[in-house]
């Protein structure tokens, strides 16, 4: 089955604790994003990725970092330095000409 | 400034009943409209991907988009109790892969 996997699917940390999301796809996409939203909002975009080993910020990038290896892969680490990290975490890929993304399932994070 | 706008709802319709969602946005770059449903707890779902103005319709879902006024619509037919989810406009302006901005979604409940 092609898709999006996200893990994991819950996720607690404790404040001063670096914890990072992995996001997988095996739909030959070029481009990867990472979304965060909170309770009743909108998507707000983190980062994204257009191609292997190069990323972009996106609205809301303070207190996160990403990297992109691998085509496949886009990992999203949520650092100390950001505030507020308690959110639900989306993931999404997309071909890199036509930008229909599709996401994956989800990672909620709670910080404790 | 907010670029694209819904109405948060809930709204709430019997079954069988022709649903209208919609949004506004301020971009006037914005060319690409997208809108997607979102079961709680899960990842959004692509239901609509449109280009430029004008209608497209797949199944029982019509997107409208009219440009000069930046309104953005999705009609659903023979609503079913199944269609209850949050459901999201987004908006782009082209170019290749590049992040999405999002509405708040509007909460929609079908009543048997």
């Known amino acids: 089955d092609g898709g999006i996997t996200q893990s994991p699917k819950y996720l607690f940390r404790k404040e001063g604790q670096n914890v990072t999301l992995s996001c997988e796809q095996n739909?030959?996409?070029?481009?990867m994003y990472w979304y965060r939203q909170d309770p009743g909002q909108g998507l707000r975009l983190i980062y994204y990725?257009?191609?292997?080993?190069?990323?972009q910020k996106g609205d809301i990038a303070e207190g996160y970092s990403v990297s992109r290896e691998k085509k496949e892969s886009f990992p999203l680490t949520v650092t100390s330095a950001q505030k507020n990290p308690t959110a639900f975490y989306l993931c999404a890929s997309s071909p890199r000409t036509v930008n229909e993304q599709f996401f994956g399932p989800g990672t909620r994070l709670t910080v404790l | 400034q907010k670029e694209v706008e819904q109405d948060p709802g809930p709204l709430s319709v019997p079954e069988g009943a022709i649903v209208s969602l919609n949004c506004t946005y301020s971009n006037s770059a914005f060319q690409y409209f997208m809108w997607y449903r979102q079961y709680s707890r899960k990842g959004p779902e692509l239901l609509m991907y449109t280009y430029s103005s004008g209608n497209k319709e797949d199944g029982r879902f019509t997107a409208q988009v009219d440009k000069s006024s930046k309104y953005i619509s999705l009609f659903i037919r023979d609503s079913q109790p199944s269609d209850s989810a949050t459901y999201l406009c987004a908006s782009y302006s082209g170019g290749g892969a590049d992040g999405l901005t999002f509405g708040k979604g509007t909460h929609l409940i079908i009543q048997p």
């Open positions: 990725s257009q191609i292997v080993n190069d990323f």
């Open positions: 739909l030959n996409h070029d481009a």
